[in-house]
Structure formats: structure tokens, C-alpha cells
């Protein structure tokens, strides 16, 4: 993390004082809650949708331009903004990030990061898919991990079009972005996918469960081609999974892809909605992932930011701010500011040299 920027940033004493003080107590409750980066023995995997990065310039074209039309009426976001969510990405290994929109705010994100972070992403995928002009990304620090020159975006074949009600069929309305890295000894491929929303009834939740079915079929396929160099398929994003017995997880499940934790996970920040998953299917028995059958609970989990920043109690603080925007509610103004969706991780063991000199000695 480049904290020197902290100074240019805010050139007000008082104003900076107050964001690293927020700073300050965000990583306390990192240092708390994530387990600590190593060099060798761990990969620390995350995905993160994080709301509306970037959109605020799409928006922003109007000939009277207003900044209270920005991002859904929003506003702008604040530049301590940047700083909380760079630092909760700072704490993993590799996050793969969803609702990157114009590249600019999250440009912002990467040069926080500092030297030791690179990414790769995708470019938009056409919004007369029924997308809204967004992109996906994943962000990984070089220290532990390395993009083996490997990427494409999926296009159906024409047997398996994703299909709503009426049966029509078309490609996935935001492209997943498929990936090929390796941490360690681990060697892993790695797809995120933010799934069409819609409604949760009629042709659109049809939709959206045609969308899970067929990038899960998809990569089952796949797998077999990928289990000649990778351990581990992961499959991760924003599903917009409605709850672990819907049809929308069960989509899921129906090809094989299973949690590395012990259940599904709910990931918005009301802790009410299961949208955000990590799922894999792995080389060999197809149980394991990274080799490790069983998590404990402290390897995987989601992080409550509003505990630590932008507050409950802090609306006071933001009056000004808000008043840029249209929205009434602080709760639903923060989520401009971070996310509504909480970060999911798990951490896996990647150094395989101790099983891999066993082996050596015949």
C-alpha cells in the first residue's frame, strides 16, 4: 500500500487525520479477522463485487451535468473510498472483482496497491445482451502469484445459449472471464462471472438460472482439458444466488462445483442473500481443493466493513456528502461508497515441496 499518497490525497490536516484514524481501525479489524499474507505455504483467494466501480464518467456525459445523477443518483465517490477498499483488497492474494465499469476508479484502487499488485480484465461486454456495460477483473499481487499467459472470455456454442421463458437463445449478458495462474506449487484455472439479476420471477429468474446452468456445464466440460495443467477449477462471482435450496444454487451444484467451506455463504452486507460464491472442482477424487478435503472456519469467511468504516453511527460525518446525491437513507448511500456485497474468501495451502520430496525418494 502506497500510504505516502494518503498526503496529496488529503491536503487537509484535519481531514487526513480522520481518514487514517478510519484507516487505522480498518486494519485492526483486518489484522484480526484475515489471516496474515505468507510467502510460501498459503494462497489467500477472495472475490469481491464491488458496486458501481468506475460508472460515475458513463453517467456523468449529460449535457447539464449534475453530479447527483451519477451512479444511479448516488453521487460521487469519495476519495477515502478508494483508500478502504484498496486496503481491504491489500490483505489477499488474488480477488477477483466484479462491476468494474470505466477502468479511471479503479486505476484509482490499483496505484494505492503499489508496485507489488498487477491485474488483467476484460472489456465490456455489449449492454444489448442485457448487460450494463461492466467489466471483470482480477487483481493479484506478484509477490505470490502469477498470470500464466492464459485468458478468454466464454462464448457459448450454439447447443447450449442461454434460454429465458420464452426459450430464446443468446450469450451470457456480462462474459465471463476465464483465467490460468499459479501460487506456489498450486497451478489453478480461474473464471468469474457476475450472473444476470433481472427479476426473481418470470423470464428473467429463468434466465438467470440458464446463465449459472450453462457456465457450470460449461467449465465441467472444460475441466478435463484444464486438469492437464491446473489442480483446481475455480468457479466464482456474483451468481445473484436467491438461497442455498433455490433453484439458482441448485444450478449450481448440479454440475459438480462445491463450496470449500462446510456451506454456502451469505455475502450481501444485511447478511439476507447468498449472491457471492467460491465454488471448484478439482483434478483426481474431485473433492478436494489445493489437496485439503475439510476447511477449518477460521480459512474461509466474509469481512463486515460497515462495522469499521462508514459506520452505523457515522452518518453525521457525510451530511455534506449525501447531499450530492438523491438518496435519502445513509444505509443505502454507503453502498455507493464500498459495496452492498461483502468480500468472500478462503485461504488454501499452496507449498507441495514436503509430499513432492517424499515422492523423490523412490
Not at 442485457?130 to 467489466?135: A, P, S, T, V, W
Not at 499481487?141 to 420464452?166: H, N, Q
Amino acid at each position: 500500500m502506497d500510504y505516502y499518497q494518503l498526503r496529496y490525497d488529503f491536503r487537509d490536516s484535519a481531514e487526513r487525520g480522520r481518514v487514517v484514524g478510519n484507516l487505522q481501525r480498518l486494519r485492526a479489524a483486518l489484522d484480526q479477522q484475515i489471516p496474515p499474507k505468507d510467502q510460501t505455504d498459503s494462497l489467500l483467494l477472495a472475490t469481491w463485487n464491488v458496486r458501481d466501480l468506475g460508472k460515475d464518467y458513463l453517467l456523468g456525459l449529460d449535457p447539464v451535468y449534475d453530479k447527483r445523477k451519477m451512479r444511479r443518483g448516488a453521487g460521487p465517490r469519495q476519495p477515502e473510498s478508494f483508500w478502504y477498499i484498496a486496503e481491504i483488497i491489500s490483505r489477499f492474494d488474488f480477488v477477483a472483482v466484479q462491476e468494474v465499469n470505466e477502468i479511471d476508479e479503479w486505476e484509482k484502487i490499483f496505484s494505492i496497491l503499489g508496485r507489488d499488485w498487477d491485474y488483467i480484465a476484460t472489456e465490456v461486454t455489449d449492454p444489448k445482451l442485457g448487460g450494463n456495460g461492466e467489466r471483470l477483473l482480477f487483481a493479484y499481487d506478484k509477490r505470490k502469484v502469477f498470470f500464466r499467459k492464459i485468458a478468454g472470455e466464454i462464448v457459448l456454442p450454439p447447443d447450449m445459449l442461454v434460454t429465458d421463458a420464452t426459450k430464446t437463445g443468446k450469450q451470457f449478458a456480462r462474459t465471463p472471464f476465464l483465467t490460468s495462474f499459479q501460487a506456489g506449487w498450486f497451478k489453478f484455472d480461474i473464471c468469474t462471472v457476475h450472473i444476470f439479476y433481472g427479476k426473481e420471477r418470470g423470464p428473467a429468474l429463468a434466465q438467470r438460472v440458464s446463465e449459472i446452468d450453462r457456465i457450470a456445464g460449461f467449465l465441467a466440460k472444460y475441466a478435463k482439458q484444464a486438469f492437464r495443467h491446473a489442480q483446481t477449477l475455480f468457479l466464482l462471482g456474483d451468481f445473484n444466488i436467491i438461497s442455498p435450496g433455490h433453484e439458482t444454487m441448485q444450478a449450481l451444484k448440479a454440475h459438480g462445483f462445491r463450496s470449500p467451506g462446510a456451506d454456502y455463504f451469505r455475502t450481501n452486507v444485511t447478511h439476507t442473500m447468498f449472491y457471492d460464491q467460491i465454488a471448484y472442482l478439482s483434478r483426481g477424487s474431485g473433492i478436494d481443493v489445493a489437496g485439503q478435503t475439510d476447511l477449518p472456519d477460521s480459512d474461509y469467511g466474509t469481512f463486515a466493513f460497515f462495522d469499521h468504516v462508514y459506520r452505523d453511527g457515522d452518518a453525521g460525518e457525510y451530511v455534506a456528502q449525501m447531499a450530492q446525491s438523491n438518496k435519502a437513507k445513509y444505509s443505502d448511500w454507503r453502498t455507493y461508497q464500498l459495496s452492498d456485497h461483502q468480500p468472500l474468501w478462503v485461504r488454501l495451502k499452496v507449498n507441495d515441496a514436503a509430499a513432492y520430496l517424499e515422492k523423490l525418494k523412490g
